[in-house]
C-alpha cells in the first residue's frame, strides 16, 4: 500500500520525506515478526514527533545548501534551451535560406534603386547627372565645411533679456554655511 516514487515526488516538500518516512516505518513494520503490528507500530509512533522535526530541520538545511546548485543549474539548462532554439532556427532558415536570401536581396536592391539619385542641379544652376552626381554632394560641402566663419564662445547680450541684480547673483555662488547645511537634513 506504500507510494511510488512518482506520487512522493508529486506530494512535494517536507510532505514528501514524511511519506517515504512512514512508508519506511510501514517497511520495518512487517518485515520484523516478533511483535505484533500494533505493538510495533505504537513504539515507533512514539518516536515519530522527535523524528519528523529532525528531518523538518535537515531538510531545511539540505535545501538552503542545494539553492546555489539549483540555480546554477537552472541557467545551465535554460543556456541549453537558447542553443537549441538558435540551431533549430538556423535548421529552418537553411531550409527556408534560399527563398529568403532572395527575397532580401531583391528588396535590398529595389530600396537602393529608388533612393539613389540620378540628377541633381547645384546652387549655381550646374546639372550633374549620372557618375557626376557625387561631386556635386563633395563640391558642396566641401564649400559648406571648407569656409571658415565667425565663431564666438560668448553669447552676445541681446541674448539674454531677463537679468538678476549682481547681490542676487553674488549670493548664489557663495560658499554654504555649516547652518545651511545642517537645516537641510
Known amino acids: 500500500m506504500g507510494m511510488d516514487t512518482t506520487e512522493v515526488k508529486r506530494i512535494g516538500g517536507g510532505l514528501a520525506s514524511k511519506v517515504t518516512n512512514i512508508d519506511g516505518i510501514r517497511g520495518i513494520l512487517r518485515k520484523s515478526g516478533n511483535q505484533t503490528t500494533n505493538e510495533k507500530g505504537e513504539e515507533h509512533v512514539a518516536d515519530l514527533p522527535g523524528i519528523t522535526h529532525k528531518e523538518e530541520t535537515t531538510y531545511a538545511q539540505t535545501l538552503k545548501s542545494e539553492v546555489p546548485s539549483v540555480k546554477a543549474r537552472f541557467r545551465e539548462a535554460s543556456i541549453d534551451e537558447e542553443r537549441f532554439l538558435e540551431q533549430k532556427s538556423k535548421v529552418e532558415w537553411l531550409a527556408e535560406g534560399d527563398n529568403n536570401t532572395a527575397f532580401f536581396h531583391n528588396s535590398l536592391k529595389s530600396r537602393n534603386h529608388r533612393s539613389r539619385i540620378d540628377v541633381i542641379m547645384d ?62 537634513a
Not at 544652376?125 to 571648407?146: M, P, Q, R, S, W
Not at 548664489?172 to 537645516?183: A, H, L, Q
Open 123 to 184: 546652387g549655381g544652376g550646374i546639372i550633374y547627372e549620372g557618375e557626376n552626381v557625387h561631386k556635386a554632394f563633395v563640391k558642396h560641402y566641401e564649400n559648406f565645411l571648407g569656409v571658415k566663419g565667425d565663431i564666438s564662445l560668448t553669447p552676445t547680450p541681446e541674448l539674454f533679456q531677463n537679468r538678476l541684480e549682481s547681490g542676487v547673483a553674488n549670493s548664489m555662488v557663495r560658499p554654504i554655511s555649516d547652518e545651511e547645511e545642517e537645516g537641510t
